[in-house]
């Protein structure tokens, strides 16, 4: 449903809500924001239960960063605290830490909505033809997420390539020491690599005049508009009713 | 202005930045409207970068010094951007794959249309013409790029070309990494169709192309021209010298050699096998066996021939579902054994799992089931790149060597790479670094399995000659090779067995002449017949 969008409309709607999110200090409403991104992810866009849970480690992370400050160090968080005590948790030392909590899980959702719902070649394409974007930093981009998967079996390659040098298989495990020592070797392989795509896009035209066709650029519907409106009565309707 | 050349080159020479002497030139020579013009040469001659020149890369795009004058259809190649040549040249690069740019197929083949900013219907209709015309599946269209094989991407960017429609063509060894199928396939595509269009091709795949190539120019060592004019012509007055250069000749080049030593030399040189054992139906008598002789020692020369295999068994898969790491089983319920001072050949299509099989055999990668016996092996891996730890070509191999031994002398000179020992080894030449990823595999001799990945792909013929050289030599002090390959001649010269992948299976274990004689077999697995196999049929024949 979503990923058939605008991604522009999207991206503006998700940030809006984030920034409510980041501004509005009540658990409550990150509880809504939470409960929404939830159920349209899964319940709209069938996404796995257990993707949107891997996805939020870093933000649950994140939070719990903030949890353990509110709960351990208040006399440094003044700040946090301060702002925190604005919502109904306030009585309780403990609960500014949930709502900065929550907050982070809220944010981390929304974002996720966005990402897993939009096609990052459309994205760029629509920024390309909509926001102006230039050619060579959205083929730039296009480019990079060619060299991910390749820079995956480049790092694949050289663990084996030194796993047989030490006479076994590589382990299933990658230490971060040994992260360290394959992070230049692969530097070396994304800038040669790079240097070959920048060479090629000029072979084939990059840059030659000023304008240029976008073929299959995603183009705004009467469906954005109307996704536009649902979202932002939606926002408003959750804040009146804090 | 029909009379002009397509492109033409006069007195150009090029010299990169702190170098003591030119890349190439100075060379003078044009390609013809409508030409399908061939560039040979040894590593290291220059030939990409004479490519370089002609749309203005360099000195644009890649720093180097540039003398002389390069026209495109008469204007001076300097007078637009090298994107403003897109208009009349289309490049394919040697490792398309690295040069993809969009997301989806159909993306990757409208890029340089929509560079031109020409109206999105038109371009819409040529990408569906260029899909048809490499008979890509419509369904295509909406495929990610990064889920295509490697050959598949190279069908994609040369969709991408033609759909450019430029009145140029050019090509820097556009099957050095691909299955022979894929191979002849591209070739076709490339010098058949629109007569009006030029070809400017540097490739060392040569037999089954030259037929449909007009004129040969040869670089030498030096990057000056050596060799010019049509190709049978230069390769039978020229053939001797090419060869000592390190200049790869069609099989039939060669052929033609060896029977005009013999004195049977045909009227017209040949540019096929076909062409060249046609020369000899005349024959009868005592000339009709010498010239046999001389067909029958050509081809035990380019073919090994069967060997006793020891009982010795180095490594073995048993029951093996083998995996790239951290990947998805491709391969499943592998059995197969190499022994001591045998060149197995693993053959099969791109994507078929071959490397995997490779390295699960060298025991380098876990089984997902069944198990392996033997000690640990070596890979050559096919980007050589990732094998170089040290920071010259000299304590490349240092390193490698036994503790106490630090004498790389005689192992750098026996792979030509000892003028090359300061350099670093990214700096050196695609051909020049595989060399120096084999001698550093092999420095030590104490890998009881070697598992070389296309040991020969992008050498040129001096390069192949030396790595094929120290195969068999290796073999001889008892090691036991695995040469992953799509080159059928190489195997067939090399391995006197070979297994077959296709299909996530190995479909075939036998002697490498049997099962590249089985045409069945080799259209099951995506294959081709050797390009030796006319003159096998011809000697089977008599």
Redesign the interface.
Same mark, same amino acid.
């Given at each position: 449903m979503l990923s058939h969008l605008h991604p522009l409309p999207k991206l503006v709607i998700c940030l809006v809500w984030m920034v409510t999110a980041i501004l509005v200090f009540d658990a409550h409403f990150q509880l809504i924001v939470i409960l929404l991104a939830v159920t349209i992810l899964i319940v709209l866009e069938r996404k796995p239960p257990l993707l949107i849970l891997g996805l939020m480690i870093p933000f649950a992370l994140f939070g719990f960063g903030f949890l353990t400050t509110s709960v351990l160090f208040r006399a440094d968080s003044d700040f946090a605290l301060h702002v925190a005590r604005q919502s109904p948790f306030a009585s309780q030392a403990f609960s500014a830490g949930i709502v900065l909590f929550l907050r982070a899980i809220a944010t981390g959702l929304v974002s996720a909505v966005f990402v897993l719902t939009t096609?990052? $070649?459309l994205f760029?394409k629509a920024l390309m033809a909509d926001w102006k974007l230039s !050619?060579r930093i959205g083929?730039s981009l296009?480019?990079a997420? =060619?060299l991910t #998967?390749?820079l995956a079996a @480049?790092l694949? =390659?050289? +663990?084996?390539?030194r796993?047989?040098k030490r006479?076994? #298989? #590589?382990s299933?495990f990658l230490h971060p020491a040994e992260l360290m020592t394959l992070f230049i !070797?692969l530097l070396?392989?994304a800038i040669r690599?790079a240097g070959?795509?920048?060479?090629? %896009? @000029?072979? +084939? $035209?990059? $840059? %030659? $005049?000023m304008? +240029?066709?976008?073929?299959?650029a995603p183009r705004l519907a009467r469906r954005d508009a109307v996704f536009g409106g649902a979202a932002l009565s939606l926002l408003i309707a959750s804040l009146a009713l804090l | 202005m029909p009379d002009l050349p397509a492109a033409a080159w006069h007195d150009v020479s090029v010299r990169y930045p702190y170098e003591k002497r030119d890349a190439v030139g100075p060379v003078s020579f044009a390609l013809k409207r409508g030409e399908r013009l061939l560039l040979l040469g040894p590593s290291g001659s220059g030939k990409s970068t004479l490519l370089n020149t002609m749309?203005g890369?360099i000195p644009h795009?890649?720093p180097a010094d540039r003398t002389g004058d390069v026209r495109l259809g008469g204007e001076p190649v300097g007078a637009r951007?090298?994107?403003?040549w897109?208009?009349d040249?289309a490049?394919f690069?040697q490792?398309a794959?690295?040069?993809?740019?969009?997301?989806?197929v *159909?993306?990757e083949i409208?890029?340089?249309?929509?560079?031109?900013?020409?109206? *999105?219907l038109e /371009?819409?209709n040529r990408?569906t013409a260029a899909l048809r015309l490499v008979d890509l599946p419509e369904d295509w269209r909406q495929r990610r790029?990064?889920t295509l094989s490697g050959g598949e991407k190279q069908l994609v960017a040369l969709a991408?070309c033609l759909a450019?429609a430029a009145s140029i063509f050019v090509a820097d060894e556009p099957t050095a990494h691909l299955a022979p199928a894929v191979a002849a396939r591209l070739h076709r595509l490339l010098m058949e169709g629109d007569r009006d269009r030029s070809v400017f091709l540097v490739d060392h795949r040569l037999d089954g192309l030259v037929a449909s190539v007009d004129r040969v120019v040869v670089l030498g060592p030096e990057g000056t021209i050596i060799a010019e004019g049509r190709p049978a012509s230069v390769f039978r007055a020229h053939g001797r010298k090419l060869e000592e250069l390190g200049i790869w000749l069609p099989l039939a080049a060669r052929l033609d050699g060896d029977l005009m030593k013999a004195g049977f030399a045909a009227a017209q040189p040949p540019l096929t096998l076909t062409e060249a054992l046609g020369g000899l139906d005349p024959l009868a008598g005592e000339d009709e066996e010498k010239a046999k002789a001389v067909v029958r020692d050509f081809a035990e020369r380019h073919m090994r021939g069967p060997t006793k295999r020891s009982d010795q068994v180095v490594a073995r898969l048993i029951n093996a579902d083998c995996a790239?790491?951290?990947g998805p089983t491709v391969l499943r319920n592998i059995s197969l054994a190499v022994h001591e001072g045998e060149i197995l050949g693993i053959l099969g299509a791109n994507g078929a799992g071959k490397s995997t099989l490779g390295?699960s055999l060298?025991?380098?990668?876990?089984l997902k089931a069944g198990r392996r016996e033997g000690k640990?092996g070596? /890979?050559a891996?096919q980007?050589p790149?990732?094998?170089f730890i040290a920071g010259s070509v000299n304590e490349e191999i240092a390193l490698a060597l036994p503790a106490g031994i630090r004498n790389s002398e005689e192992i750098l000179r026996s792979f030509g790479l000892w003028e090359l020992r300061d350099r670093h080894p990214?700096e050196l030449s695609q051909g020049q670094k595989r060399r120096l990823a084999f001698a550093a595999l092999t420095a030590h001799g104490e890998w009881p399995l070697l598992v070389l990945d296309e040991p020969t792909a992008g050498l040129d013929a001096r390069g192949a000659g030396m790595v094929t050289r120290h195969v068999e030599a290796l073999a001889q002090r008892g090691h036991a090779i695995a040469v992953i390959t799509h080159d059928m001649d190489l195997a067939l010269r090399l391995c006197a067995r070979s297994v077959i992948v296709a299909g996530g299976r190995i479909l075939a274990d036998g002697p490498t002449i049997d099962l590249l004689g089985d045409a069945d077999l080799l259209e099951r697995a995506g294959l081709a017949e050797p390009a030796i196999s006319p003159v096998l049929r011809w000697l089977a024949s008599c």
């Open positions: 096609d990052p $070649g760029i !050619p083929y296009f480019s997420l =060619q #998967p390749d @480049e694949r =390659q050289i +663990r084996i390539a796993a047989m006479g076994r #298989p #590589p299933a !070797p070396a392989f690599r070959r795509a920048a060479i090629a %896009m @000029e072979a +084939r $035209g990059l $840059g %030659m $005049g304008r +240029r066709t976008i073929v299959g | 749309t890369l795009t890649v951007p090298p994107a403003g897109a208009v040249v490049r690069f490792n794959e690295e040069t993809l740019c969009g997301m989806r *159909e993306d409208a890029f340089a249309l929509e560079n031109r900013a020409l109206p *999105e /371009i819409r990408v790029s990064s991408a450019q790239p790491l951290f390295a060298a025991g380098l990668l876990k640990a070596g /890979i891996f980007n790149e990732n094998q990214f």
